[in-house]
């Protein structure tokens, strides 16, 4: 197989009909699809622009197709591919990853967390307020947050509405989720140093974050007792998807993701959180998943029947939010 059979065998792998890739690649080449055909056919040679164009839309690896043994690994990594100026852009480049997932049938999530995924903070706008507030400071270092203590109302309303666009993205799709009883603790830590430092302009407010985060955990409680994700005051828990959710204390991880559809996979792993590496090279993908799912068979699920573990896993965070806010009050 030559170079450019192996580019298109990549690209058709993505879609499920051959003329809807065709239709793509015509609009990137600015060709007609007869053009394209030919170029599939091996009749046209593709030229070095076009190679360039069709690499670079679709992720493809020139080094890998050309030396497929090699381990060298191709990926995008979110602070470099373009740069977070405020906190609705982050966000709205985290929906536009997750997109195509909702246009293709199948699709699916699984998701080791290091901490709570950050998609279910966006069930209160408070907490994704913190959290935005935390990595625009130390990780984004926005400089209109120098020297500026955490209120609600530095966040724009434009970046609620982007939380709560990406919030509805995730529970529209099925997802696996492997978490350890350390999920809650980056949160809580931060909550607690933020005071400690001054850096929460109304101590008020961090006892309400713990307040939130109390109900955040009754909620997913709620949602792993049922076995699928719903908003808060959902009236019906019908069409809505799954939701598996296992506690993992086998192997300590950063939040890596493996994301699948019939368009095709990809993994995600975080870098300097909350940016993220994103790779699609098939054998990597395919390893990670391998590793996924052997640790869920060696974890204990909490959906549905688990009522037993299910309640004492979900008391042990409600206790460490306790603990906290008790710190706090005290403080």
């Not at 007869?34 to 056919?41: E, G, P």
């Not at 990595?135 to 724009?156: E, H």
């Not at 995730?170 to 830590?189: K, R």
Request: hydrophobic share 40%; with cysteine.
């Amino acid at each position: 197989m030559n170079l450019q059979q192996a580019v298109f065998e990549k690209i058709l792998d993505r879609f499920t009909k051959k003329s809807q890739a065709v239709e793509v690649i015509a609009q990137l080449l600015e060709v007609g699809n007869n053009a394209v055909y030919r170029r599939i056919r091996g009749e046209s040679i593709l030229t070095p622009d076009e190679l360039t164009i069709l690499t670079k839309k679709f992720n493809l690896s020139l080094d890998k197709l050309i030396h497929p043994s090699t381990d060298n690994l191709v990926f995008s990594y979110s602070a470099m591919n373009q740069k977070v100026k405020d906190f609705a852009s982050y966000l709205h480049g985290l929906r536009e990853n997750m997109q195509p997932l909702r246009k293709f049938p199948n699709s699916y999530i699984k998701y080791a967390a290091a901490e709570i995924p950050l998609f279910h903070y966006c069930f209160f706008p408070e907490l994704i307020a913190f959290k935005l507030y935390t990595w625009g400071k130390v990780t984004w270092c926005f400089d209109f947050l120098d020297n500026q203590p955490f209120r609600f109302d530095l966040i724009a309303p434009m970046a609620y509405e982007a939380a709560t666009q990406l919030l509805e993205s995730y529970l529209a799709i099925e997802s696996t989720e492997l978490w350890s009883l350390n999920v809650l603790d980056n949160t809580l830590n931060q909550i607690e140093f933020h005071t400690e430092s001054g850096s929460i302009a109304d101590h008020a407010d961090a006892i309400l974050l713990c307040e939130k985060m109390r109900m955040l955990v009754h909620h997913l409680k709620a949602m792993a007792m049922a076995g699928v994700k719903f908003p808060l005051g959902a009236k019906t828990l019908e069409g809505r998807s799954a939701f598996h959710l296992f506690h993992n204390e086998m192997v300590y991880t950063n939040n890596t993701v493996v994301v699948s559809s019939d368009a095709g996979k990809a993994i995600f792993s975080t870098l300097g959180n909350p940016n993220f590496l994103k790779g699609m090279d098939g054998q990597v993908v395919e390893f990670v998943e391998g590793w996924f799912d052997n640790i869920k068979v060696k974890s204990q699920p909490l959906s549905r029947v688990a009522e037993k573990h299910r309640n004492k896993y979900f008391n042990q965070l409600l206790q460490k939010i306790e603990v906290t806010k008790k710190r706090l009050t005290s403080g």
